[in-house]
């Protein structure tokens, strides 16, 4: 039996479980997929300070997030296509979530629909939204949310074009996904995953089939998503989803501090740093080394939260004192999913969690909320200049 210590056994779990083409949508991102791999490695440059004789009694990780509460400051990210890494894979990592204590972030490209969520959890959970052209389509999905309970929308804004993704076109990554010979032959091999699919019924994008003009099955599906994704999208367009909305905002896709400026004028509630997890901008910065200035530049004015690339409770910390309110994650809870299921995504959430704990002890606090810069080393010296210095 594996000994789940890490996100990584988890991930290596997955990458065994999940179909190749499924997997790889996930852990993947776009060109060369620097900015992907820099998303995580630039977390490891951070050093952390030790201190001692600190009282680590009574310590608390909770905190709340657009103003809800959060057994810690992290939040599952909207990710497409869940329920093809584990069948009904939002209803799991949501009910997962309910039970640990965050928020769960519905995707507008999710297999499971907003009102299967709303019929198997009851704890109020997020809706992602991506900006489309159909204005009466999105009027539509807000309201949907609406009914069901949402308490807040996530507008992504980082997605008006597609990111080139070569992972996905080499696998043949499509809507319908193209039945290739490497593709069933990897199905074959994948008799677990065969196994649930067969047992759901859920194997579109519930939250478009049916509901956007014209997308009866897949095959019609292909056709509306390439025509529906808006480069016009501007300020304007996020107002009326504001006012459309009517109740709490964040606005996800972050990177410039000059649009951080704007995403606080225009009234919303938090923003997202975020590099849509290295899959659309390769070349970007990573989301932490984004992080500081953009919080520096808005202060207190919006809640500032990051994701892309935490895969530890320390990296939570990190982001923590580096200025975020919040945090989010998405291939961390994908690899405990694909790997185990619901019981995946709740151990995830368990190993962020204990590691996020113990790691704010020993940099002497007990509280998160209280967290700030002064947990943070200077960059890595060479040991000869330690020495000279010294």
Avoid at 88 to 95: N, S, T
Avoid at 145 to 172: E, W
Avoid at 236 to 250: A, C, T
Avoid at 296 to 324: C, T, Y
């Amino acid at each position: 039996m594996t000994v789940i210590t890490d996100i990584e056994d988890l991930r290596r779990l997955a990458e065994r479980r999940v179909p190749r083409m499924f997997y790889d949508y996930a852990d993947s991102g776009s060109w060369t997929e620097h900015t992907y791999r820099a998303n995580t490695a630039d977390f490891q440059d951070i050093r952390l300070r030790q201190r001692v004789a600190v009282n680590m009694l009574g310590r608390s990780t909770r905190t709340t997030m657009a103003g809800q509460e959060a057994a810690m400051p992290v939040a599952i990210a909207p990710t497409g296509l869940t329920g093809m890494q584990h069948a009904d894979g939002e209803i799991l990592a949501a009910r997962a979530a309910e039970k640990f204590g965050v928020p769960f972030t519905l995707s507008t490209m999710s297999i499971c629909s907003i009102e299967d969520i709303a019929a198997h959890t009851k704890a109020p959970f997020w809706f992602q939204l991506y900006w489309m052209k159909d204005r009466d389509f999105m009027a539509a999905l807000i309201d949907r949310a609406k009914a069901a309970r949402c308490s807040a929308l996530v507008l992504t804004l980082d997605l008006q074009v597609l990111g080139q993704r070569h992972k996905d076109l080499k696998n043949g990554m499509t809507a319908p996904p193209k039945p290739t010979v490497a593709n069933i032959v990897n199905l074959m091999f994948k008799p677990r995953w065969c196994l649930g699919m067969l047992g759901t019924r859920r194997h579109g994008f519930g939250n478009l089939i049916g509901h956007a003009k014209g997308v009866s099955d897949m095959s019609s599906l292909s056709a509306w998503t390439k025509e529906q994704f808006d480069p016009a999208l501007d300020w304007n367009d996020v107002e009326w989803v504001r006012q459309r909305w009517g109740g709490k905002l964040i606005l996800k896709g972050i990177m410039d501090e000059r649009d951080a400026r704007l995403a606080a004028d225009s009234g919303a509630d938090a923003l997202v740093v975020s590099n849509h997890g290295g899959r659309q901008l390769d070349g970007a910065p990573s989301s932490i080394e984004a992080l500081p200035q953009i919080a520096d530049a808005v202060g207190r004015r919006i809640e500032v939260w990051m994701d892309s690339g935490i895969r530890s409770g320390q990296d939570v910390l990190k982001a923590v004192a580096l200025g975020a309110r919040g945090t989010m994650i998405g291939r961390a809870f994908l690899y405990g999913l694909g790997a185990m299921g619901e019981a995946g995504v709740t151990r995830c959430l368990e190993i962020i969690h204990k590691e996020l704990d113990i790691t704010m002890a020993f940099c002497g606090h007990t509280d998160i909320r209280n967290v700030g810069r002064d947990i943070l080393l200077p960059p890595r010296r060479g040991v000869l200049q330690a020495l000279e210095a010294a």
